[in-house]
């Protein structure tokens, strides 16, 4: 029951029930904010129902961060697995991929880890302040071409098109590119200026669970990295799939990691970004700065693998299974599952 | 196994695991839009990311409503079941209680259901769009004192207090006062504009499954009403906890409900909060006209049946579970589930 293809990694067809023992979520790291001073408004709350007065001043929760969590009955890990997500996107990276299939959330469950995935601060079910009263600035909106030709690495600058037609993509792309509108469904607003809000959010996360293993996305690099330095008695192993940041070596030291494993996984096309070219340099920086303290990392650069084609979105690339499987195996080899 | 006390519905301690086939999430309803004619804006994206310039102008998917499903090895209905939220809330309202109670979600699955918790259009992993290019108007964010003293009904008119120990709340109030916070981190901003695009996804939603049974607290009351009158065919009951709206009968016929049960679900304290006491006539009114139709539609004041104190938040109650168990016995009375 359970099996993993030890080829492929996937989840194989006809699986057994997934023998869960609870399903459910809280949220951690917000505090309560006063507002004063707004001018009241009237409004309608719903079709046919009664007009009245609403008074925007007064309490509210902010700097929350959501964690759903799926346990399983006998998991062979144990320390949960915490999916972080990556910028303008939510939790919903780790379910179901955009052409269908399953997800990391249901790869690592099947694997036999407790499954634990956020929305970080201001996204999702973490919900979000007013702005300019709380956040100091508005969001930015992700863009098809901004997500098509640069950040996710799905075909070179010009590519996009309305038309999906007309759309070019990189030769031998891994992502499901037929399935953009449902990518595009993930995406959410996001902010220039919460990182401390976040970070405290994820900090008070790992602070709640006796251990834990962080696998990151992207933005959520930054946060993962920080919060094994915050925490090294909690975080078990750091797992980042493409961060965006890192911390700054002149500014942490990376002692305090020995006996964290880290490993940063690294897809296709990463030179022809300059988003990438320019973020990259910094990771590295972090990297090389824990092989020097002697922790245990590991940076993988999958087309070196003879794994070609992946974008940026990992969890939902076509050969996503096959990604987990890596990461897996990573894990195995350092004895964080059974 | 999974097995529920017939006398409070609640699930014993103990239980066995749940037999999980599959767990997964969708978006439907959405479309793309293009943005034109707004400024650059530059960023960094994470804590020593690199500085780029951010076009604003573009495509993305408005309109999308997010889904996540839970789907058991055996269900023991051959209808899923559909939770939908009222406004300013989104699916985290079925999940766990604010006291850390399992909560609707949980409890239709032990009870046999494949359980499906949607984000509305607007909030949680459903995104929002821009304002005011997409959506004409600013959102409303939901204060303690409104939710507390109007909504909710936790207390009367002046009751609310930032100070936890100078609060007041209605004579046995069934509320988890004491866990006030943790419902606040719950609250999402809501507009009061969008309700056309939220009934089209919900009702693309409908479209998707073959059959379900649709349970809505508050706000979207008025959108499963309404989704039963759209697809009579595929809606094999509406339970409306507390509607806070409902279809114009003069605008909406009934006869095509006919086959469909219905059931409205009321707490206490109404007749003390001027928002209750403007909504709820029209929703009276709509239960009248399917009466008057011959639809199967029973109301039930849980007040009248001896069970007082409980609030809007019949979901969120101490005595949750009982409420979810007299749902459940009203289905069972109408064979939706063995």
Redesign the interface.
């Known amino acids: 029951m359970n099996s993993i293809d030890s080829s492929t990694g996937a989840a194989s067809s006809g699986d057994a029930?997934?023998?869960?023992?609870?399903?459910?979520?809280?949220?951690v790291g917000?505090h309560?904010v006063?507002?004063t001073g707004m001018p009241l408004?009237q409004?309608?709350?719903?079709?046919?129902?009664?007009v009245?007065p609403?008074?925007?001043?007064?309490?509210?929760?902010i700097g929350?961060m959501?964690v759903?969590y799926?346990k399983?009955?006998q998991p062979r890990s144990r320390h949960p697995l915490l999916l972080w997500h990556g910028?303008g996107m939510?939790?919903?990276n780790w379910?179901?991929t955009p052409d269908?299939r399953?997800?990391w959330?249901?790869f690592f469950?099947r694997a036999g880890f407790d499954v634990f995935v956020s929305?970080a601060v201001e996204r999702?079910?973490a919900?979000?302040?007013?702005y300019p009263e709380i956040y100091p600035e508005a969001p930015?909106?992700?863009?098809?071409?901004?997500a098509w030709e640069e950040t996710f690495r799905f075909g070179p600058s010009g590519s996009?098109h309305?038309d999906p037609a007309l759309r070019r993509h990189h030769a031998a792309q891994r992502f499901p590119v037929a399935q953009m509108?449902?990518f595009?469904?993930?995406?959410?607003?996001r902010w220039?200026c919460n990182?401390a809000l976040t970070q405290h959010a994820y900090d008070a996360l790992i602070g709640r669970l006796d251990s834990s293993i962080v696998l990151t996305h992207?933005?959520g690099?930054?946060f993962g990295l920080n919060a094994a330095l915050n925490a090294p008695d909690r975080v078990k192993a750091v797992i980042a799939l493409e961060?965006?940041?890192?911390?700054?070596p002149a500014l942490r030291d990376p002692a305090a990691l020995r006996g964290i494993p880290h490993l940063f996984v690294w897809g296709d096309f990463l030179t022809q970004h300059?988003?990438w070219v320019?973020?990259l340099p910094?990771v590295r920086r972090w990297y090389e700065s824990l092989i020097a303290a002697g922790v245990d990392a590991q940076w993988i650069d999958l087309p070196a693998r003879g794994i070609a084609g992946n974008s940026h979105a990992l969890m939902a690339d076509d050969n996503s299974d096959q990604i987990a499987a890596v990461v897996l195996d990573w894990m195995r080899e350092r004895k964080l599952i059974g």
Chains 1, 2 share one sequence.
């Open positions: 029930p997934l023998q869960v023992r609870d399903i459910g979520s809280f949220h917000g309560m006063s507002l408004r409004r309608v709350s719903t079709a046919q129902g009664a009245h609403i008074d925007p001043n007064g309490e509210m929760v929350q959501y759903q799926v399983l009955a910028g939510s939790g919903v379910e179901t269908g399953p997800g959330q249901m469950l929305d999702g079910r919900s979000w302040a007013p930015y909106f992700r863009t098809a071409r901004e996009w309305i509108e449902a595009m469904n993930q995406f959410v607003p220039g990182d992207s933005q690099g930054n961060p965006s940041g890192a911390p700054d300059a988003f320019n973020s910094n």
